[in-house]
Protein backbone atom coordinates (compact mmCIF):
# COMPACT_ATOMS: atom_id res chain seq x y z
CA UNK A 1 0.00 0.00 0.00
CA UNK A 2 1.67 3.44 -1.05
CA UNK A 3 1.81 5.68 2.28
CA UNK A 4 1.95 9.50 0.80
CA UNK A 5 1.68 11.45 4.48
CA UNK A 6 2.78 14.87 4.44
CA UNK A 7 5.03 14.48 2.09
CA UNK A 8 6.41 11.07 2.96
CA UNK A 9 6.65 8.34 0.77
CA UNK A 10 7.25 5.21 3.15
CA UNK A 11 6.49 2.26 0.22
CA UNK A 12 5.97 2.97 -3.05
CA UNK A 13 3.44 1.33 -5.20
CA UNK A 14 3.13 0.69 -9.15
CA UNK A 15 0.43 -2.02 -9.58
CA UNK A 16 1.01 -4.24 -12.68
CA UNK A 17 4.29 -3.63 -12.81
CA UNK A 18 7.24 -5.98 -11.75
CA UNK A 19 8.77 -5.64 -8.58
CA UNK A 20 12.47 -6.44 -8.43
CA UNK A 21 13.67 -6.17 -5.42
CA UNK A 22 12.52 -4.03 -2.26
CA UNK A 23 15.46 -2.85 0.44
CA UNK A 24 15.81 -0.83 3.56
CA UNK A 25 15.17 2.44 1.52
CA UNK A 26 14.86 1.61 -2.22
CA UNK A 27 12.01 -0.11 -3.86
CA UNK A 28 13.50 -1.49 -7.62
CA UNK A 29 10.97 -2.21 -11.10
CA UNK A 30 11.72 -4.19 -13.55
CA UNK A 31 11.20 -1.64 -16.75
CA UNK A 32 12.95 -4.05 -19.48
CA UNK A 33 15.73 -7.09 -20.19
CA UNK A 34 18.17 -4.24 -19.64
CA UNK A 35 17.13 -1.29 -17.44
CA UNK A 36 15.40 -0.89 -13.65
CA UNK A 37 13.88 1.77 -12.06
CA UNK A 38 14.72 2.71 -8.49
CA UNK A 39 12.38 4.30 -6.35
CA UNK A 40 14.50 6.21 -3.53
CA UNK A 41 11.69 6.19 -0.60
CA UNK A 42 11.53 7.76 2.93
CA UNK A 43 11.91 4.59 4.80
CA UNK A 44 14.99 5.21 7.34
CA UNK A 45 17.04 1.89 8.89
CA UNK A 46 19.31 2.37 11.53
CA UNK A 47 20.79 -0.25 13.68
CA UNK A 48 19.62 -2.40 10.93
CA UNK A 49 16.14 -2.23 11.41
CA UNK A 50 13.64 0.03 9.86
CA UNK A 51 11.91 2.45 11.33
CA UNK A 52 7.82 2.73 11.94
CA UNK A 53 8.40 6.69 10.04
CA UNK A 54 9.31 7.96 7.15
CA UNK A 55 11.66 10.77 7.22
CA UNK A 56 10.05 14.23 4.88
CA UNK A 57 12.18 14.53 1.88
CA UNK A 58 15.29 11.92 2.27
CA UNK A 59 14.26 10.12 -0.89
CA UNK A 60 14.08 13.09 -2.90
CA UNK A 61 17.54 14.06 -1.18
CA UNK A 62 19.36 10.34 -2.23
CA UNK A 63 17.76 10.25 -5.52
CA UNK A 64 18.60 14.03 -6.90
CA UNK A 65 21.86 13.95 -5.02
CA UNK A 66 23.00 10.53 -6.22
CA UNK A 67 21.98 12.58 -9.72
CA UNK A 68 24.22 15.38 -9.56
CA UNK A 69 27.25 13.11 -8.52
CA UNK A 70 26.93 11.10 -11.71
CA UNK A 71 26.75 13.85 -13.79
CA UNK A 72 29.66 15.20 -11.90
CA UNK A 73 31.56 12.17 -12.91
CA UNK A 74 30.35 11.88 -16.44
CA UNK A 75 32.90 11.28 -18.96
CA UNK A 76 35.28 10.06 -16.06
CA UNK A 77 33.41 7.28 -14.74
CA UNK A 78 31.05 4.93 -16.47
CA UNK A 79 27.52 4.51 -14.24
CA UNK A 80 24.16 2.96 -14.56
CA UNK A 81 22.69 6.22 -14.28
CA UNK A 82 20.16 6.90 -17.74
CA UNK A 83 18.18 9.64 -16.85
CA UNK A 84 15.83 11.08 -13.80
CA UNK A 85 13.29 12.65 -16.21
CA UNK A 86 10.16 10.67 -15.91
CA UNK A 87 9.02 11.86 -19.23
CA UNK A 88 11.70 9.78 -20.16
CA UNK A 89 11.00 6.45 -18.87
CA UNK A 90 9.01 4.07 -20.75
CA UNK A 91 5.58 4.41 -20.90
CA UNK A 92 3.98 2.11 -18.15
CA UNK A 93 5.74 4.37 -15.29
CA UNK A 94 4.41 7.64 -16.37
CA UNK A 95 1.13 6.97 -14.85
CA UNK A 96 3.09 7.26 -11.42
CA UNK A 97 4.58 10.61 -12.13
CA UNK A 98 3.57 12.10 -8.71
CA UNK A 99 5.08 8.99 -6.69
CA UNK A 100 8.32 9.25 -8.63
CA UNK A 101 9.36 12.23 -9.60
CA UNK A 102 12.65 13.73 -7.90
CA UNK A 103 13.16 10.57 -5.99
CA UNK A 104 13.51 8.21 -9.00
CA UNK A 105 16.32 7.05 -11.78
CA UNK A 106 16.23 4.09 -14.70
CA UNK A 107 19.28 2.61 -14.77
CA UNK A 108 20.96 0.57 -16.60
CA UNK A 109 20.68 -3.78 -14.91
CA UNK A 110 24.25 -4.53 -13.90
CA UNK A 111 25.73 -8.16 -12.22
CA UNK A 112 26.74 -6.01 -8.16
CA UNK A 113 29.94 -7.80 -6.83
CA UNK A 114 28.71 -8.58 -3.73
CA UNK A 115 31.69 -6.12 -2.07
CA UNK A 116 31.27 -2.82 -0.19
CA UNK A 117 33.89 -0.73 -1.37
CA UNK A 118 34.73 1.47 1.64
CA UNK A 119 36.81 4.50 1.44
CA UNK A 120 37.92 6.32 4.59
CA UNK A 121 39.88 9.68 4.47
CA UNK A 122 39.33 10.12 8.78
CA UNK A 123 38.92 7.65 11.46
CA UNK A 124 35.43 7.20 12.39
CA UNK A 125 32.80 4.88 13.17
CA UNK A 126 34.52 1.41 12.98
CA UNK A 127 37.60 2.46 11.77
CA UNK A 128 38.20 4.61 14.94
CA UNK A 129 36.79 1.33 17.24
CA UNK A 130 39.10 -1.21 14.81
CA UNK A 131 42.37 1.22 15.16
CA UNK A 132 41.70 1.50 19.26
CA UNK A 133 41.37 -2.29 19.52
CA UNK A 134 44.51 -3.31 16.97
CA UNK A 135 45.91 -0.07 15.32
CA UNK A 136 44.99 -0.93 12.62
CA UNK A 137 41.42 -0.77 10.16
CA UNK A 138 40.86 -3.83 8.53
CA UNK A 139 44.14 -5.00 8.46
CA UNK A 140 45.83 -1.91 7.15
CA UNK A 141 48.17 -0.82 10.13
CA UNK A 142 48.31 3.14 10.54
CA UNK A 143 50.57 5.38 12.68
CA UNK A 144 50.20 5.40 16.35
CA UNK A 145 49.17 7.97 18.26
CA UNK A 146 45.92 9.16 15.71
CA UNK A 147 42.69 10.57 17.68
CA UNK A 148 39.63 9.98 16.87
CA UNK A 149 38.68 12.12 13.42
CA UNK A 150 41.95 12.51 12.27
CA UNK A 151 42.97 13.03 8.56
CA UNK A 152 44.32 9.70 6.94
CA UNK A 153 46.65 10.91 4.32
CA UNK A 154 46.74 9.21 1.73
CA UNK A 155 42.76 7.68 2.39
CA UNK A 156 42.69 4.30 2.94
CA UNK A 157 40.50 1.26 0.63
CA UNK A 158 38.68 -1.14 3.42
CA UNK A 159 36.20 -3.78 1.81
CA UNK A 160 33.37 -4.77 3.39
CA UNK A 161 30.81 -7.95 2.86
CA UNK A 162 27.44 -6.86 1.11
CA UNK A 163 24.70 -8.45 3.57
CA UNK A 164 21.54 -8.33 2.46
CA UNK A 165 20.36 -8.77 6.28
CA UNK A 166 22.42 -7.24 9.37
CA UNK A 167 25.37 -5.67 9.52
CA UNK A 168 28.39 -5.27 6.83
CA UNK A 169 31.41 -7.07 8.18
CA UNK A 170 34.83 -5.35 7.09
CA UNK A 171 36.99 -7.89 5.43
CA UNK A 172 40.50 -7.69 4.32
CA UNK A 173 42.26 -7.01 1.05
CA UNK A 174 43.43 -10.69 0.71
CA UNK A 175 39.33 -12.02 1.14
CA UNK A 176 38.31 -9.78 -1.18
CA UNK A 177 40.95 -10.90 -3.87
CA UNK A 178 39.49 -14.39 -3.12
CA UNK A 179 35.97 -13.44 -3.59
CA UNK A 180 36.17 -11.58 -6.54
CA UNK A 181 39.76 -12.20 -8.03
CA UNK A 182 42.67 -10.06 -7.77
CA UNK A 183 42.48 -7.94 -11.54
CA UNK A 184 38.25 -6.69 -10.22
CA UNK A 185 40.00 -6.13 -6.71
CA UNK A 186 42.31 -3.85 -8.54
CA UNK A 187 39.57 -2.09 -10.81
CA UNK A 188 37.49 -1.72 -7.76
CA UNK A 189 40.20 -0.55 -5.08
CA UNK A 190 41.74 1.84 -7.78
CA UNK A 191 38.14 3.48 -9.37
CA UNK A 192 37.00 4.14 -5.96
CA UNK A 193 40.11 5.84 -4.54
CA UNK A 194 39.76 8.14 -7.31
CA UNK A 195 36.12 8.88 -7.26
CA UNK A 196 36.31 9.50 -3.33
CA UNK A 197 39.59 12.13 -3.94
CA UNK A 198 37.52 13.80 -6.82
CA UNK A 199 34.60 14.33 -4.75
CA UNK A 200 36.30 15.42 -1.57
CA UNK A 201 38.11 18.31 -3.39
CA UNK A 202 35.01 18.97 -4.83
CA UNK A 203 32.94 19.09 -1.23
CA UNK A 204 35.70 20.46 0.17
CA UNK A 205 35.13 23.71 -1.77
CA UNK A 206 31.75 23.52 -0.50
CA UNK A 207 32.53 23.26 3.34
CA UNK A 208 31.65 19.50 3.85
CA UNK A 209 34.33 16.90 4.58
CA UNK A 210 33.10 13.50 3.01
CA UNK A 211 34.71 11.35 5.77
CA UNK A 212 34.30 8.35 4.08
CA UNK A 213 31.90 6.76 1.84
CA UNK A 214 30.97 3.39 0.40
CA UNK A 215 30.74 2.58 -3.33
CA UNK A 216 28.98 -0.41 -4.86
CA UNK A 217 30.07 -1.50 -8.37
CA UNK A 218 29.00 -3.85 -10.46
CA UNK A 219 29.13 -5.67 -14.46
CA UNK A 220 27.08 -4.83 -17.50
CA UNK A 221 28.09 -6.07 -20.69
CA UNK A 222 31.33 -6.99 -18.98
CA UNK A 223 32.39 -3.36 -18.05
CA UNK A 224 32.70 -2.30 -14.32
CA UNK A 225 30.08 0.70 -13.49
CA UNK A 226 29.36 2.51 -10.43
CA UNK A 227 25.80 1.46 -9.34
CA UNK A 228 23.56 2.15 -6.47
CA UNK A 229 23.68 5.58 -4.90
CA UNK A 230 26.70 7.07 -4.59
CA UNK A 231 27.83 10.18 -2.19
CA UNK A 232 24.72 10.59 -0.27
CA UNK A 233 24.24 11.22 3.48
CA UNK A 234 22.79 7.56 3.84
CA UNK A 235 26.63 6.09 2.12
CA UNK A 236 28.49 8.56 3.10
CA UNK A 237 29.61 10.52 6.17
CA UNK A 238 29.80 14.25 5.83
CA UNK A 239 30.87 16.44 8.42
CA UNK A 240 30.71 20.26 8.30
CA UNK A 241 34.00 21.72 7.49
CA UNK A 242 33.78 24.90 9.63
CA UNK A 243 33.15 23.09 12.88
CA UNK A 244 35.75 19.82 12.30
CA UNK A 245 38.15 19.67 15.14
CA UNK A 246 39.69 16.51 15.58
CA UNK A 247 40.14 14.03 18.77
CA UNK A 248 36.11 13.78 19.51
CA UNK A 249 33.23 13.31 17.21
CA UNK A 250 32.18 15.58 14.40
CA UNK A 251 28.35 16.81 13.73
CA UNK A 252 27.22 14.97 10.55
CA UNK A 253 24.76 15.47 7.76
CA UNK A 254 22.87 11.98 8.09
CA UNK A 255 21.15 9.94 10.36
CA UNK A 256 23.70 10.24 13.59
CA UNK A 257 20.76 12.29 15.21
CA UNK A 258 18.42 9.65 14.67
CA UNK A 259 20.70 7.13 16.26
CA UNK A 260 21.66 9.49 19.07
CA UNK A 261 18.04 9.30 20.09
CA UNK A 262 17.71 6.22 20.36
CA UNK A 263 21.24 5.47 22.35
CA UNK A 264 19.85 8.16 24.74
CA UNK A 265 16.85 5.83 25.28
CA UNK A 266 18.39 2.65 26.42
CA UNK A 267 16.19 1.09 23.20
CA UNK A 268 17.91 -2.67 23.11
CA UNK A 269 18.02 -2.43 19.01
CA UNK A 270 15.19 -5.24 18.84
CA UNK A 271 12.12 -4.77 17.16
CA UNK A 272 10.07 -3.31 16.92
CA UNK A 273 11.54 0.32 17.18
CA UNK A 274 10.54 2.70 19.32
CA UNK A 275 8.69 5.94 17.59
CA UNK A 276 10.45 8.80 16.52
CA UNK A 277 9.49 11.74 17.77
CA UNK A 278 8.02 14.87 15.87
CA UNK A 279 11.20 16.98 16.38
CA UNK A 280 13.62 14.04 15.74
CA UNK A 281 11.90 13.67 12.51
CA UNK A 282 11.74 17.20 11.62
CA UNK A 283 15.60 17.63 12.27
CA UNK A 284 16.85 15.04 10.49
CA UNK A 285 14.75 15.93 7.24
CA UNK A 286 16.70 19.14 7.62
CA UNK A 287 20.33 17.76 7.89
CA UNK A 288 19.30 16.01 4.68
CA UNK A 289 18.08 18.51 3.12
CA UNK A 290 20.87 20.89 4.30
CA UNK A 291 23.67 18.15 2.91
CA UNK A 292 22.08 18.56 -0.61
CA UNK A 293 21.96 22.82 -0.41
CA UNK A 294 25.48 22.64 0.36
CA UNK A 295 27.06 20.43 -1.78
CA UNK A 296 24.78 21.51 -4.94
CA UNK A 297 24.50 25.42 -4.46
CA UNK A 298 20.88 24.91 -4.87
CA UNK A 299 17.48 24.00 -2.81
CA UNK A 300 15.60 20.24 -3.09
CA UNK A 301 13.74 20.65 -6.22
Known amino acids: MTQLTQSVLRE ?4 GIKLFSRGKVRDVYEADDQRLLIVATDRLSA ?3 VMG ?3 PDKGRVLTQLSCFWFDFLRGFIKSHFLTAEVDEYPAQF ?4 EQLSGRSMLALKARPFPIECVVRGYLAGSGWKDYQATGAVCGIRLPAGLTESAKLDPPIFTPSTKATEGHDENITWEEMVRRIGREAAETLQRQS ?3 YERARDYAESRGIIIADTKFEWGLAASE ?3 IDEVLTPDS ?3 WPSDDYQPGRPQPSFDKQFV ?3 LESIGWNKQPPPPPLPAQVIARTSDKYREAYRRLTGRSLD
Open 94 to 97: RTYA
Open 47 to 49: FDL
Open 53 to 55: EGI
Open 259 to 261: RDY
Open 12 to 15: SSLP
Open 193 to 195: LVV
Open 236 to 238: SRF
Open 224 to 226: IIL
